[in-house]
């Protein structure tokens, strides 16, 4: 917590028995920053000078600095510079030094020639270039401090086989999957990769798959091999990437959950058939919490009168937000269909559509007709205001 006191920011760190008087002063890093400068009155050497460099060359706040001081201490600033510089050498801006730092602290005490150029130098060499070198580093700096011979080769040479391009590596190396399970490469996810290549899913989903959820395919074999036949008796078609959307659905949800996402959706009077179309439809629609599905459907049987079989249909309203998007395009689509403007049997195919495209069919089309349209759709003014239906809403029928 921090408190101006007599001109000067006094912070007060006693949960550590700390206290640091900081005054201010211009620096470079970054642009328009101030340098914070601490006198230590009742602390170790080296804890006040790790937060100290922190601050003053890795552009920390105060706290965040006192917070990563516990995971790394130095006495001088030697080894620390020499990290900094190796990173600037490659690209990398102040910005990015300071969010790679936050994650990992521990870089700064890193060996530069034997433990960070090995690994820059290796991204460089197989293609990466500076900008995608950084970006890796960014987004999971552990990777600098992996075994170069032991788990980025075999990574990286693994992925090269599975997603063959660059482009798929360096997304995929942005998960911080690849950096703690590299062990499971040959004994997991090669062969749960060989079940759905044998099932006929396409590489290229399964790339898909291996880039955006690598934890999916890490699964004990024989458990994925018990989902992946579970999804196909459920019907859906391997060839499809909805068939991969369910596999990784299941994998993360367990039995008892799955099996409470249905027990919500009969609460509305859905069939388990209903339920099972809604999930053929879009997996994602059981990973909605219960406290979503509840909010949607009484929007939408409640308030806008629509019958949940028809709902059912639109899977993806589940995983949309109620304000941004559901309740505003509804109220609007509501509007339009009192006046006689639309169809009641309009679909729900227009919460899918861009901004742009919505206002322009729903909103533009009809502000003529309908000059308060604008204000419905951005909340100024509710539907019973205009006067065009009662509190309890008429009955709309939703087209399949």
């Keep these: ?89 490659y690209g990398f801006t102040n910005i990015h030094i300071s969010k790679a730092v936050s994650k990992y602290p521990s870089l700064l005490t890193a060996h530069p020639e034997k433990t960070l150029l090995p690994k820059l130098e290796f991204f460089r060499s197989v293609g990466f270039s500076g900008p995608d070198i950084v970006s890796i580093v960014v987004s999971s700096p552990f990777i600098l401090k992996r075994s ?74 024989e458990k994925f091999s018990t989902t992946v036949k579970k999804i196909i008796e459920m019907g859906f078609n391997p060839l499809r990437l909805s068939f991969l959307k369910a596999v990784e659905v299941s994998c993360q949800l367990t039995e008892f959950t799955f099996e409470h996402k249905m027990e919500v ?66 109220s609007v689509h509501k509007v339009l269909q009192m006046k006689g403007l639309v169809k009641k049997d309009l679909c729900l195919g227009f919460l899918c559509k861009s901004e742009r495209d919505f206002l322009d069919k729903f909103v533009v089309k009809y502000e003529q007709d309908v000059p308060e349209l604008l204000n419905v759709y951005q909340g100024k003014i509710g539907i019973l205001e205009l006067g065009f239906v009662s509190e309890k809403g008429d009955k709309t029928v939703v087209a399949s």
């Design 1 to 89: 917590m921090s408190s101006n006191f007599f001109g000067k920011r006094v912070v007060s760190l006693t949960n550590v028995g700390l206290m640091f008087e900081i005054s201010k002063i211009q620096m470079n890093f970054p642009r328009n920053a101030r340098l914070l400068i601490f006198r230590s009155f009742s602390s170790p050497k080296q804890h006040s000078f790790t937060v100290s460099y922190l601050i003053n060359s890795c552009g920390f706040s105060p706290e965040r600095a006192l917070s990563a001081s516990r995971k790394v201490h130095f006495e001088t600033a030697e080894r620390a510079d020499s990290v900094l510089a190796v990173l600037k050498d």
């Design 265 to 330: 959706y009969r609460r509305w009077g859905l069939t388990d058939d209903e339920i099972m179309l809604m999930f053929r439809l879009d997996p994602s629609c059981i990973r909605s919490s219960e406290k979503k599905i509840m909010s949607v459907m009484d929007f939408l049987v409640n308030k806008m009168g629509w019958e949940p079989a028809a709902i059912a249909r639109y899977p993806f309203v589940f995983y949309r937000s109620l304000e941004k998007n559901i309740i505003p395009r509804c």
């Design 148 to 221: 170069l011979e032991n788990h980025v080769i075999p990574s990286y040479n693994f992925l090269k086989s599975v997603v063959m391009v660059n482009e798929n590596i360096l997304r995929a190396f942005k998960n911080p999957f690849w950096i703690s399970r590299q062990n499971y490469l040959q004994n997991t996810i090669a062969p749960n990769i060989a079940t759905l290549q044998e099932i006929g899913v396409p590489m290229s989903n399964i790339r898909s798959l291996v880039t955006r959820q690598p934890d999916v395919v890490s699964r004990n074999r």
